[in-house]
């Protein structure tokens, strides 16, 4: 029973879809099918009931859905230890600053208890990379928001956090309960430098080409539209400055929180920092 196919299995036991577990392993689903099958071989027995209205485990597979994710945590330490004793447990995590986030408290403690003789290393970003520092090999992981051009990036969803406009508190729009993105058709936004992101810049500007003051952090977003009126979109679970106010914009998507790393790598802590963020951001 090799560790690989185990791990090919509880990615199918966890998203109880074959098409998002070959999604999440980066691999076709075929070959994915045909590992399960060849695992379910090798057990016995079958593992997981597949029906047209999806799938679900069998006694049998949520008996060895337990196991699996003991044996494959262990071999994670095991690496992680080695790694250690050869002087090289460490791990470099990119945030997006001028956030604060109780779920991201939450996983630096889980991944201190985890992990207490691994060095973690903070690199803080300003709006202008949402890569933190990744796709530039400055970071292992980063901790941050999407959507941005992934290419090369491996990245899985952590939570989706509803946004609305930004507004002085004295502004018409400001006694709205909600906005659309037409309502600020006619208005200057807050814009990121040129060179940041075309995925992320379009996404932050409602998908629509801009004008307005350029700012690079959370607080200058806010300044920018306390003294100038400019307006722009935000996290409505941002508490704004005083004289400021936020309206849930209807008609935009939601910002979602996520870890990406490179593509294919195997590095232990990093792969450990992914299952534990998947916990973390669960509760």
């Not at 060849?38 to 859905?65: I, K, N, Y």
């Not at 992680?80 to 939450?106: C, E, K, N, Q, W």
């Not at 004008?211 to 307006?231: F, H, I, K, N, Y």
């Not at 936020?246 to 990406?260: E, F, G, H, K």
Request: hydrophobic fraction near 40%.
């Amino acid at each position: 029973m090799e560790l690989r196919t185990l791990r090919y299995f509880v990615a199918v036991a966890e998203e109880l879809h074959f098409g998002r577990a070959a999604s999440r392993l980066h691999m076709s689903q075929p070959p994915l099918s045909q590992a399960i099958k060849q695992l379910e071989t090798e057990v016995g027995a079958t593992l997981l009931d597949r029906s047209s209205a999806g799938v679900t485990l069998t006694p049998v597979g949520a008996a060895l859905l337990g196991e699996a994710r003991a044996l494959l945590d262990q071999a994670d330490q095991v690496r992680v230890r080695v790694a250690a004793a050869a002087g090289a447990a460490t791990i470099t995590v990119g945030i997006l600053g001028d956030s604060t986030d109780p779920d991201a408290t939450r996983l630096a403690d889980a991944y201190r208890r985890r992990h207490p003789r691994v060095e973690v290393r903070i690199r803080e970003t300003d709006l202008t990379d949402p890569t933190c520092g990744l796709r530039a090999g400055l970071v292992d992981i980063a901790l941050t928001r999407g959507p941005f051009d992934d290419t090369g990036l491996t990245v899985h969803p952590l939570r989706a956090d509803p946004v609305g406009v930004l507004l002085r508190a004295d502004d018409p729009l400001a006694r709205c309960g909600h906005l659309k993105l037409a309502d600020l058709a006619d208005r200057r936004w807050f814009l990121f430098p040129q060179g940041t992101d075309p995925t992320w810049q379009s996404y932050w500007n409602g998908g629509e080409p801009r004008e307005g003051p350029v700012v690079r952090t959370v607080q200058e977003c806010q300044q920018a539209v306390l003294w100038t009126g400019t307006v722009g979109m935000t996290l409505l679970a941002h508490q704004p400055a005083q004289g400021l106010t936020a309206v849930p914009l209807i008609d935009m998507p939601p910002s979602r929180v996520m870890a990406a790393w490179k593509e294919g790598d195997t590095n232990p802590l990093v792969r450990s920092f992914v299952q534990i963020a998947i916990t973390a951001y669960q509760h």
